[in-house]
């Protein structure tokens, strides 16, 4: 039973904090600030936010498109014996991308709370269905997966600020792991990945497409992968950690020995092994404390991974979960950014829209939890995590050697010494975190080691 309401945590179902209280406010005060006037931006950059946080010099368009992954194993409806059940796996997906210039920058886009009922609105820079840019050349992939449930929008702040650095951005509905769909866990263990792969192939097929919009945009060859939670999951895999033969066999997890496909030595899994993915930002993945990999399956993973977790996460783990992960991934150059105190919610999901501080009559409890950090301010987060990951696709996926800079720091901000001459320029006693204006990277830490033998 333990394993079952483990799995339904996965990636920011609850917070123990929220099970354990129906609000932390009086009644009324959650309603009295969904009332108030908000655009629920997710654009706020704050001015203590990091050198990288801001956005770019590009306007950014944004269209929904919709792609079906056909004669796919219907996992849900799996049982034992016989042949599995196959269906058209259809995934809704938000792609933004730098579009023509004198493009507006503001745009709007509505989607649902976590309780998969209530509509809001969200307030960013995307403008629906722009023209793309005519003469920005090749732009870099970023395939975004959300957490289970979540949904495209979950970290659309993320999306948009990288559409405007030049990259274009496809952030995925998973079928049977959003709000309005959320359905049997065994579905987002095998299809995650899976999911990964088909958009990548879409959009390299939409490419090269004569008369698509993304037609002679997109240099898939130059992919990031970023994932949140269960999106975090899906991208070790899809990086190369092959499962267990133990989590392949839960009673709980994937029915029937379906999660088999990703299991470390398999031929299926290494059938898998994608050349054009070339960086990958893991938030707070799920799994390694609960078994889905051991150190020999995550020697497979050889591309440069960026995980993001905060210190205090009860869903993924951290020194039995995401940390394990990063010391156990040996022959990928890694990094490990930490948020001390921060539970799952570590800089990946967007502010909470001001109507999830209602309490929700499904869930029993307010919403806002599955947005918010108790520490933690979520902008706060947000910026930081624009500001790295601006820096890691930067150098693996443009091939901009300055932004090594940005991640060759010391390990922990707080033994960083600020030192500066009289025109405020550092001096070689400076090592304060580049980028971070003096104080303000305080609670951080951030780890890095190569490859086994380098």
């Known amino acids: ?30 309603e009295e600030a969904a ?47 016989g042949e599995p059940p196959r269906y058209e796996r259809k995934l809704t997906l938000e792609i933004w991308y730098p579009a023509a210039e004198g493009t507006g920058d503001e745009g709007t886009y509505t989607t649902l709370l976590r309780d998969g009922e209530t509509e809001v609105t969200l307030t960013g820079r995307g403008v629906r269905d722009a023209e793309p840019a005519a003469d920005g050349g090749l732009y870099p992939l970023v395939i975004i997966s959300h957490g289970y449930p979540g949904n495209r929008f979950l970290m659309s702040h993320l999306a948009e600020n990288l559409a405007t ?24 263990l095998v299809n995650r990945s899976l999911d990964q792969l088909f958009v990548l192939d879409e959009i390299e097929r939409m490419n090269g497409e004569d008369g698509d ?30 499962v267990t033969e133990t989590s392949v066999g839960y009673e709980w997890g994937a029915p029937a020995g379906t999660l088999a496909i990703h299991q470390a030595g398999s031929p299926e899994h290494g059938e898998r092994a994608e050349d054009r993915i070339k960086a990958v930002v893991a938030f707070a993945p799920w799994g390694r404390q609960r078994g889905f990999w051991d150190a020999e399956g995550l020697k497979g993973i050889e591309t440069p991974i960026f995980y993001v977790a905060g210190s205090a996460d009860d869903v993924s783990g951290y020194e039995d979960g995401v940390k394990m992960l990063y010391d156990e991934t040996i022959n990928a150059e890694r990094y490990l950014l930490t948020f001390e105190n921060a539970n799952h919610n570590a800089a990946a999901p967007m502010p909470a829209p001001a109507e999830s501080w209602t309490i929700s009559q499904k869930l029993g409890y307010a919403p806002f939890d599955h947005y918010a950090d108790p520490v933690w301010d979520t902008v706060r987060m947000n910026n930081i995590a624009q500001h790295f990951v601006t820096a890691f696709l930067g150098k693996e996926l443009k091939g901009e050697e300055e932004m090594g800079e940005y991640l060759d720091l010391v390990e922990n901000a707080a033994d960083g010494v ?17 980028g971070f204006p003096d104080r303000t990277a305080m609670g951080l830490s951030l780890m890095h080691a190569m490859p086994a033998g380098e």
Do not use: C
């Open 213 to 242: 919009f993304l037609s002679g945009l997109v240099d898939t060859a130059n992919t990031g992968l970023i994932g949140y939670s269960m999106g975090g999951y899906g991208a070790v895999i899809t990086a190369g950690g092959g």
């Open 165 to 188: 650095k030049g990259y274009v951005v496809a952030s995925i509905d998973h079928l049977e792991s959003t709000y309005a769909d959320q359905g049997a866990f065994g579905s987002t």
């Open 1 to 30: 039973m333990k394993m079952i309401v483990a799995a339904a945590f996965a990636a920011g179902l609850v917070t123990t904090t929220a099970m354990a209280q129906d609000s932390a406010a009086p009644a009324d005060a959650p």
């Open 35 to 81: 009332a108030a006037t908000h655009e629920n931006r997710i654009d706020i950059i704050r001015p203590d936010a990091p050198e990288l946080a801001a956005h770019g010099d590009l306007p950014i368009g944004v269209r929904t498109v919709e792609v079906t992954n056909a004669d796919q194993i219907d996992v849900a409806k799996t049982t034992a014996g």
């Open 418 to 434: 600020t030192a500066l001459d009289e025109e405020d320029k550092p001096t070689a006693e400076h090592t304060y975190w580049k």
